[in-house]
């Protein structure tokens, strides 16, 4: 499945200055792995060390929370778009 | 250089007093560098020592910036106890380094001060800053 995938700013380095990739997966975490496997190092700073999503990383499928989804686990099909949004947080 | 129209400006100072003691947060959209509009954000913390923006009003206001062909030009906070000069928690949290981190300080409600940052990877600069 093909899904279209909306960078930050800051994760576009990874891919050559691209907003947008596509990647493949029938489920978020499978397409991030996908994502690593073409742009390795660019789910460093979205995922955490024990492979869960990182707090301040918020993504989206087609603009609903994955959070309020089934997170990582959130079934994407074919088109779908997935959003990575950094939050907008400090002290 | 960055320079904020007074009315803009006002807006922030507003919007920071309103939220005392907590830190106020909010967004400066902008064209060509130059701010259009100041958006007055929920600080989903509420607290006097944090601030994070509502991820659902955040994307609201991304995708309403993408539809008018707006930059995120700014994100605003106040500190409300301390300078206007980003903290150990700014630069962990600093995921924009295409945007100026604009920190107000409000530890003189009198005469509030606002300071505009880069921070890229850590490192911050202060970048030259013009009201009116």
Redesign the interface.
């Known amino acids: 499945m093909a899904v279209n995938v909306k960078l ?3 994760l576009r380095k990874h891919a050559g200055g691209a907003a947008r990739v596509t990647a493949q997966g029938s489920t978020l975490r499978e397409v991030l792995e996908d994502l690593e496997r073409s742009y390795p190092g660019i789910t460093k700073n979205v995922l955490t060390e024990d492979g869960g999503l990182h707090r ?1 990383i ?1 993504v ?1 499928l087609n ?1 609903e ?1 994955v959070r309020y989804l089934g997170s990582l686990e959130t079934p994407v099909a074919e088109g779908d778009t997935v ?1 990575i ?7 | 250089m960055l320079r904020i129209p007074d009315d803009l400006y006002r807006e922030m100072v507003e919007h920071g007093l309103r939220e005392f003691p907590n830190e106020a947060c909010g967004l400066l959209a902008g064209r060509d560098g130059v701010p259009v509009r100041f958006f007055a954000m929920r600080n989903l913390d509420a607290s006097p020592v944090s601030y994070r923006l509502d991820p659902k009003e955040q994307l609201r206001v991304f995708d309403l910036m993408d539809e008018e062909g707006w930059d995120l030009l700014g994100i605003f906070h106040t500190h409300t106890h301390s300078e206007a000069y980003p903290s150990e928690t700014d630069l962990r949290l600093a995921f924009y380094p295409d945007a100026y981190y604009l920190v107000m300080s409000l530890s003189d409600r009198e005469r509030p001060e606002l300071r505009a940052f880069r921070i890229v990877d850590g490192e911050v600069t202060e970048e030259e800053l013009e009201i009116g």
């Not at chain 1, 949004?85 to 002290?91: D, E, I, K, N, S």
């Open positions: 930050p700013t800051i301040f918020n989206y603009d929370d959003s949004l950094p939050a907008v947080a400090g002290g």
